[in-house]
């Protein structure tokens, strides 16, 4: 069975334009009828141009956006059929690491306590030096030390920023990760430390990965599978309707998306 089965996903916005007597409405298909199966442990690449659904589809499966018609089955359960308070107990299972590190974390609070406060999401009572133990174990797990705890985001590189990001999205021990454009915002020169910094934690904690990206390069980096999700048309953005292609397998130039 697969950890995660998306069958005939579809998320569109209404955008209203214009006064209230001569109002239209324009529906934008960002995500058309996407199926996927992701196998537990397995790396998902998600690669296609920008505006083509990518982000849409990944706060879809994260919940954070109702689905428009379609299904979400994790470990066989339909999230849809479920109560609010079974979806937050699941939601804790996924986790995501967003593009822009500077906007994703609040500067108003230190990584002790802004890991420390998603170590608490799976472990409400941990406190203390229990606590501080493994905020500490996941700031060396991401390559950070102990003796950064105290900082603010704004003391911190990009990269190091993008450490501290992954390191909230692993405290509450999560099943599956969703990066999306992770290392988009960083310096060419340290996108394949954090590359293969998530391309480890995959292999060494088991987890499920999709892993979103523009830069198909960056995505054959870190791939096992890579799917577009679906096809888009340069010159009107618009997204049209279209069967996800699956790539199984060692990367061939057919892996490349047919736009
Ligand atoms: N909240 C929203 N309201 C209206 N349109 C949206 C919203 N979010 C995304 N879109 C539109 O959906 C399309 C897909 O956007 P997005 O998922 O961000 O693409 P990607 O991540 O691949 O760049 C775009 O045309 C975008 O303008
Ligand atoms: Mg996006």
């Not at 979400?72 to 299972?93: A, H, Q």
């Amino acid at each position: 069975m697969a950890y995660l089965e998306i069958k005939n996903l579809h998320k569109h916005f209404v955008k209203t334009a214009g006064g209230l007597l001569s109002s239209t409405h324009e529906t934008v298909k960002a995500v058309n009828g996407v199926s996927l199966d992701i196998q537990k442990g397995e790396i998902l690449g998600l690669v296609g141009e920008s505006g083509c659904g990518k982000s849409t589809l990944s706060r879809t499966l994260m919940q954070l956006l109702p689905p428009t018609s379609g299904s979400i089955i994790l470990n066989g359960e339909n999230l849809s059929e479920l109560s609010t308070s079974e979806v937050r107990k699941r939601r804790l299972d996924f986790q995501m690491v967003f593009q822009d590190p500077y906007a994703s974390l609040n500067p108003r609070m230190t990584v002790f306590s802004t890991i420390a406060e998603a170590v608490r999401q799976r472990h409400p009572k941990m406190k203390g030096a229990e606590l501080e133990e493994k905020v500490i174990e996941l700031m060396s797990t991401v390559g950070l030390e102990a003796s950064q705890m105290k900082r603010y985001p704004h003391e911190f590189s990009g990269g190091q920023r993008q450490r501290i990001a992954i390191a909230r999205a692993l405290a509450p021990e999560p099943k599956l990760i969703i990066a999306d454009e992770p290392v988009s915002a960083l310096d060419v020169s340290i996108q394949s430390q954090i590359l293969n910094l998530l391309k480890d934690l995959q292999r060494d904690l088991g987890l499920t990965l999709v892993f979103i990206s523009h830069d198909l390069g960056v995505v054959h980096f870190i791939h096992q599978k890579t799917i577009t999700p679906s096809a888009c048309s340069p010159r009107s953005r618009s997204c049209k309707a279209r069967d996800p292609q699956y790539h199984r397998g060692p990367k061939t130039e057919n892996t490349a998306p047919a736009f």
